[in-house]
């Protein structure tokens, strides 16, 4: 059983930073894919960044350049460093785990674990 908690989310202006936290626990999995997703009021949840257990990293578009995906295996900890954040970026963000993945992906369809989502709003 995989659980995942995600914290760090807040209220911030735009061209702001956050940080996102998700502390992970019972992945005793050698290969996955660990990532965060968003979800807008009103808006299909969307892949954000991800990266697998060697590192390799996958962004949305809407992020590259902005958002930096990182984990920290010692502490098993999973970090978003969100700058220049914009006012489109408020969402709920959800960190979820794809224990059978062989390279980070987007695909949410195959992430099976999911914690229970940390709010981020941009205002402008």
């Known amino acids: 059983q995989v659980q995942l908690v995600e914290s760090g989310g807040g209220s911030v202006q735009a061209g702001g930073s956050l940080r996102l936290s998700c502390v992970w626990s019972?992945?005793?999995?050698?290969?996955?894919?660990l990532g965060w997703f968003r979800q807008a009021p009103g808006k299909e949840r969307e892949g954000v960044a991800t990266?697998?257990?060697?590192?390799?990293?996958r962004y949305a578009d809407s992020v590259k350049g902005r958002f930096t995906i990182s984990q920290d295996n010692a502490k098993n900890i999973l970090y978003l460093q969100m700058n220049s954040l914009k006012p489109e970026d408020t969402a709920m963000y959800y960190c979820a785990a794809d224990t059978s993945a062989v390279v980070a992906h987007l695909d949410l369809r195959r992430y099976s674990w999911w914690g229970q989502g940390t709010q981020v709003t941009v205002s402008s």
């Open positions: 019972g992945m005793t999995y050698w290969r996955y894919s």
């Open positions: 990266i697998d257990n060697v590192g390799r990293t």
